[in-house]
């Protein structure tokens, strides 16, 4: 493997000043963003959450947050334009990998997408008065 090619090509999003939150058992929630003598909170999606605020109301922020929200169902709009139905399935500072949700079916092929961080506009909350419009079956294995 040419390891100078993996170095230039790897662009993680998580910048040098930013720094890491997290809870009491030390799971990551997030980030706070110097931006102005303030700070930008940035949830693990690479999404901003607030405008400039101090330091306490950033750490509230983020942890008020949590990190519920992976867990949340969510819509992936395709390269063909199709909207699927998906699950957050890894995040990390270079990118995020999601899953077709198969709603718990056993024995299914499971497909994942991996995506750049920040997360895309393609990728958005599910509104629950689309949750019954979309199949597990609209895309294939």
Do not use: C, N
Not at 78 to 86: H, I, M, N, Q, T
Request: without cysteine; negative net charge.
């Amino acid at each position: 493997m040419d390891w100078t090619t993996v170095l230039i090509t790897w662009h993680p999003v998580v910048g040098d000043d930013w720094i890491e939150h997290r809870r009491s058992d030390r799971e990551l929630v997030g980030w706070m963003v110097p931006r102005d003598e303030r700070f930008v909170v940035v949830d693990l999606l690479g999404r901003e959450r607030s405008g400039p605020v101090d330091w306490m109301t950033a750490e509230a922020t983020l942890d008020e947050l949590g990190i519920g929200y992976l867990a949340d169902i969510y819509v992936l709009t395709l390269e063909d334009g199709r909207d699927l139905r998906v699950r957050i399935a890894e995040v990390s500072p270079t990118g995020i990998r999601v899953k077709k949700d198969d709603f718990g079916a056993v024995g299914v092929p499971q497909v994942y997408f991996s995506l750049d961080m920040p997360a895309p506009a393609s990728l958005r909350a599910l509104e629950p008065e689309r949750a019954a419009v979309l199949s597990p079956y609209d895309l294939g294995a």
